[in-house]
């Protein structure tokens, strides 16, 4: 009997860990999925593109590591075009990545990088603010990363303009 019980509570214990972890894991695959973001950049007309890149897959054979859409660099403004998409996942952030052609997370780790926010959405466009002063030229790439597990999600290298 005392026995049962200790091997009850255990497995008690260790299933609301799992559950609790996995619980982590798939929230925002259930409940965010669904939140397109819309915004706008003001006064676009008016605005002068620095550079403009499009997202990628890193990994063609990771199917939860996805990425896809523009992104539009302006002065003060990096904006997330209204086709972008992500595969979604917990604490995503924008990086502005000081390497080109970034491919796995080991390019992200040993470049200097710009962190911008907390992505708020898994699709739609999205806008983040650029720091003032900060020298664009020295960031050659977009990066979507995934926080919780130190991992790439979708890079985009940037072209710039003039």
Known sequence: MKKTIIIFLIGGIFGSGAGFVLGIFFYPFIFLNDIVASDT???????????DGTFIQANPNDPVHYGKGAVTIFKDVLHLGK????????????????????????????????????????????????????????????????????????????????
């Open 41 to 51: 950049v003001e006064n676009r007309e008016l605005k002068t593109i620095v550079a």
């Open 83 to 162: 086709a972008f998409e992500v595969g979604p996942g917990p604490k995503y952030k924008v990086l502005l990545v000081e390497t080109a052609s970034i491919k796995e997370s080991a390019d992200v780790k040993k470049s200097n990088f710009v962190d911008l926010g907390m992505l708020r959405a898994f699709k739609g466009s999205q806008n983040y603010k650029i720091p003032a002063n900060l020298d664009l030229k020295k960031y050659k790439s977009v990066a979507i990363w995934c926080e919780t597990f130190s991992a790439l999600i979708s890079p985009a290298t940037l072209d710039f303009r003039k």
